[in-house]
């Protein structure tokens, strides 16, 4: 069993920067890679980042690539989502979650329960 608890969000200006926090308990041995998703208000969950275990492989949803970086610690369990240039668009609840690498939600098997990002403009 993976537990996954997020923090860091809150309520920032556009063009701030935030950066949310993963801590990840997990049996030893396990070597799941760590995806990043938010869900807006009446839209569905979308995929913003994912690394892998070894963190040697990420990828991200275009629409934040170059503002948003994932990096993991696997000393502390921990998997970050430092995100920059923050706009209103980017308000929601972002979650992470723990599975096979890749970009859809059906490759995570364990979540978080979120935290809200809030951006006013």
């Known amino acids: 069993q993976v537990q996954l608890v997020e923090s860091g969000g809150g309520l920032v200006q556009s063009v701030d920067s935030l950066r949310l926090s993963c801590a990840v308990s997990?049996?030893?041995?396990?070597?799941?890679?760590t995806g990043w998703f938010r869900q807006a208000p009446g839209k569905e969950r979308q995929f913003i980042a994912t690394?892998?275990?070894?963190?040697?492989?990420?990828a991200y949803a275009e629409s934040v690539k170059g503002r948003f970086t994932v990096s993991r610690d696997n000393a502390k369990n921990t998997v970050y989502l430092q995100m920059n240039s923050l706009e209103p668009e980017d308000t929601a609840v972002y979650y992470c979650a723990a599975g096979t690498y890749g970009t859809w939600s059906s490759n995570y098997y364990f979540w978080g329960q979120g935290t809200q990002v809030t951006v006013s403009s």
């Open positions: 997990s049996q030893p041995h396990t070597t799941y890679s």
């Open positions: 690394i892998s275990w070894s963190g040697g492989t990420t």
